[in-house]
């Protein structure tokens, strides 16, 4: 009888969460903000270069992250460097939720985008990193390669938005073909790489290198929302966009996927819609607080309070690294 009782108010329980989640937003609201544009003149120079350099290359890779698989791809690419054989590599996969990836493939294919590969280049081991260069050696010998023709040796361009692993891609190509560290350098933040580097050697047969290249961004991102998704999985710097309009989107699309794995990790009782209670019991949990002075009538006092901004940066933190689930923002 205690356990049915239990099993009945464990039910209803959840039925009111159910219902309670139901009115949650279903739009959301940018206020008057605008799109964030972050263009800075390394990226023009890194543009121009790539254009200077496409005639010694055999192949592009273009490497995104694989959360956003349709949002915030540079349509400059397409339009100056597509002039060779072409393949998509979605990164970190680990941390994106495929349970569609079918679905995605042939919207990508809609799009002309005919040659996919799904990598997580942190692994150190990953098994489809080993099938890049197969898949690449039949792309470049099933085309004409002009000039290079005789040319024995392959040259692939690596190129992407900000902080999607384009550096990752080069070392995981190093250390599975070539069985050697780190050839170009890895950040967290977008921006690390400022300029098209000279050519790194990622494999012997046949002898492949790669010009790794500076993210770029479009000079106008195309929405508000792509703007947030690219923001999100790192591709823009947090300060340009806002960690609290971040944090509150995030919730927003968590709560939209039904992910609700925030509600354990932050020991809420139930999903919630309201970035300010969620921000708050993560700076009560973390012991995120900020002191601050408030007047009063008899004078200053000091108060211990949420420190929204180091909460909301937590929150954000735990989505890049999968601690949230996995997501597909797209």
């Not at 054989?85 to 994106?96: E, G, R, T, W």
């Not at 012997?204 to 929405?223: A, C, F, N, W, Y």
């Amino acid at each position: 009888m205690i356990a049915s009782d239990t099993f009945k108010t464990t039910n209803m329980r959840l039925h009111q969460i159910l219902r309670n989640a139901a009115n949650f937003r279903t739009v959301f609201d940018f206020g008057d903000r605008e799109v964030a544009h972050w263009f800075p003149r390394h990226m023009a120079k890194g543009l121009k270069q790539m254009k200077a350099s496409v005639k010694n290359v055999d192949c592009i890779l273009e490497i995104h992250d694989a959360r956003i698989p349709f949002s915030g791809r540079n349509p400059l690419f397409q339009d100056s460097l597509d002039v060779r054989p072409h393949l998509l590599v979605l990164n970190k996969m680990d941390l994106a939720d495929l349970s569609a990836k079918h679905m995605i493939l042939k919207q990508l294919e809609r799009h002309g985008v005919k040659k996919v590969l799904f990598t997580d280049c942190l692994r150190q081991r990953d098994d489809n990193v080993k099938k890049l260069v197969p898949m690449v050696t039949e792309l470049i010998e099933s085309q004409p390669r002009f000039h290079r023709e005789e040319n024995t040796n392959f040259c692939l361009m690596v190129i992407g938005v900000p902080n999607v692993g384009k550096s990752s891609l080069i070392n995981a190509l190093r250390r599975t073909n070539l069985k050697k560290g780190r050839g170009s350098k890895v950040g967290g933040e977008p921006g690390i790489t400022k300029a098209v580097l000279t050519r790194i050697q990622v494999c012997e047969r046949p002898i492949i290198h790669l010009l790794d290249t500076p993210g770029v961004l479009p000079p106008k991102i195309q929405s508000l929302e792509t703007g947030m998704k690219l923001a999100l999985c790192g591709t823009i710097l947090d300060h340009l966009v806002g960690e609290d309009i971040m944090a509150d989107y995030l919730l927003f699309s968590l709560n939209r996927l039904e992910k609700y794995s925030y509600v354990e990790r932050y020991d809420l009782s139930e999903p919630s819609d309201d970035i300010q209670q969620v921000l708050k019991r993560i700076a009560v949990k973390l012991g995120k607080t900020q002191r601050v002075k408030a007047i009063t009538g008899v004078g200053n006092i000091t108060l211990t309070v949420p420190n929204y901004t180091a909460a909301a940066y937590d929150f954000i933190r735990a989505f890049r690294k999968g601690e949230l689930g996995r997501v597909m923002l797209d």
